[in-house]
């Protein structure tokens, strides 16, 4: 890949539900490094947006590249494989599991031990649950989580669980990161630290990132630059102060009182 090359590249891009047109014509590149914001009122199609960049729709038309690589019609592990993870708006986590065991599940799919060796109980499985482990517990730490690494999934508070979700997500070692509304239901300081962590793994583990989140300081505050969607479609893109003084985005969603 050149320098030149986007990341991602999204072109002209849709996927039709019967009669409806949830995202239609989107074309979007990220480059490597940047941290991106995806915005737009309920119902506008961020989401499927995500699942088509995941292979969890295959798009009806258009082309979605990572690098050099075709994602079309790839399933979802293959791309994840590829290089894209990402959390969800309702947080998917195996809440009977303790936190430690919640990162370590993620890294299982890279893990180098083989099952052959998983099976026969060969000393390379035990170096490698070993490795996986003191690995997990490195990013545990970074997540300021290593405290409560035996505790069950379920028993921590909300704004833990979303820091879970987004360090069971980079277990993958992804090269681009998707970010389903990360700070839904948090306080305002839970959202304050989450976007001090959201800059922070963009830095240590050089990640691009897309970002959709209604939280307009949050989005304004860490995002390069912004795509807004409305009714399936591109209505704008620019950096945060294009956005907010956009008239389109206003009568779409900031509303007045955000210009
Ligand atoms: N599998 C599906 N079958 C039919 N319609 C769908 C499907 N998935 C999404 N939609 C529709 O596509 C449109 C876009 O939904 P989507 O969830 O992507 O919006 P969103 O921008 O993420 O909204 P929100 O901010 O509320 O999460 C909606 O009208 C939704 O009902």
Not at 58 to 78: D, F, Q, R
Not at 146 to 161: D, F, I, R, T
Not at 220 to 234: F, K, P, T
């Amino acid at each position: 890949m050149t320098a030149k090359t986007p990341l991602l590249k999204v072109e002209n891009v849709g996927i039709r539900f019967g009669g409806l047109k949830a995202v239609s014509d989107v074309n979007l590149e990220l480059n490597q490094g940047e941290l991106v914001g995806l915005i737009g009122p309920n119902g506008a199609g961020k989401t499927t947006f995500f699942n088509l960049l995941t292979g969890v729709y295959v798009p009806t038309e258009g082309m979605i590249s990572l690098g050099s690589e075709k994602l079309n019609g790839l399933a979802p592990y293959k791309i994840n494989q590829k290089g894209i993870s990402r959390t969800f708006q309702n947080i998917r986590l195996f809440s009977d599991l303790s936190v430690l065991d919640n990162v370590k599940v993620a890294y299982h799919s890279l893990a180098k031990h083989s099952i052959v060796s998983s099976l026969l109980r060969l000393p390379s499985h035990f170096s490698g649950e070993k490795e996986m482990e003191e690995k997990a517990i490195e990013f545990l730490k970074i997540f300021k989580l290593e405290s409560v690494m035996h505790e069950q999934a379920k028993n921590l508070p909300y704004g833990q669980q979303r820091r879970l979700e987004i360090a069971r997500a980079l277990a993958a070692n992804p090269k681009l990161l998707l970010l389903d509304e990360p700070a839904a239901g948090m306080n305002p300081q839970e959202t304050e630290e989450l976007m001090n962590l959201i800059a922070l793994i963009r830095e240590r583990f050089s990640l691009t990132i897309l970002l959709i989140e209604h939280d307009m300081l949050l989005v304004m505050g860490v995002c390069e630059r912004i795509y807004v969607l409305d009714h399936g479609q591109l209505i704008a893109q620019g950096n945060p102060e294009q956005i907010r003084n956009n008239p389109k985005v206003i009568e779409a969603y900031l509303g007045e009182e955000v210009s």
